[in-house]
Nanobody
Framework: VQLVESGGGLVQPGGSLRLSCAAS????????MNWYRQAPGKERELVAS????????NYADAVKGRFTISRDNAKNLMYLQMNSLKPEDTAMYYC???????WGQGTQVTVSS
């Protein structure tokens, strides 16, 4: 059972990235799933979540209207589409299976000109 993130990188302000979280050993559709981020010197914060089953999304105020969480049940993947990126979005991004201790290793997102 594991989660593996990918898709991070360096992007200019205003740019876009799509993060992926590949799950193995369980079905992402059966669990609520989260994206968290942690910037240097700051606490890890919840960015977005998606419920099990119907897949209802929820977002932190800081990313609402810019980020979209989704999942592909057939591929057992979860995504975070990030648009209109800002320097303050720079952080390590982690996917998490809700209410469990299952985390990925993280993928770095850096927004800088």
């Amino acid at each position: 059972v594991q989660l593996v993130e990918s898709g991070g990188g360096l992007v200019q302000p205003g740019g876009s990235l799509r993060l992926s979280c590949a799950a193995s050993g369980f079905s992402v559709s059966m669990f609520a799933m989260n994206w968290y981020r942690q910037a240097p010197g700051k606490e890890r914060e919840l960015v977005a979540s998606i419920t099990s089953g119907g897949g209802i999304p929820n977002y932190a105020d800081a990313v609402k209207g810019r980020f979209t969480i989704s999942r592909d049940n057939a591929k057992n993947l979860m995504y975070l589409q990030m648009n209109s990126l800002k320097p303050e979005d720079t952080a390590m991004y982690y996917c998490n299976r809700a209410l469990t201790g299952l985390w990925g290793q993280g993928t770095q997102v850096t927004v800088s000109s």
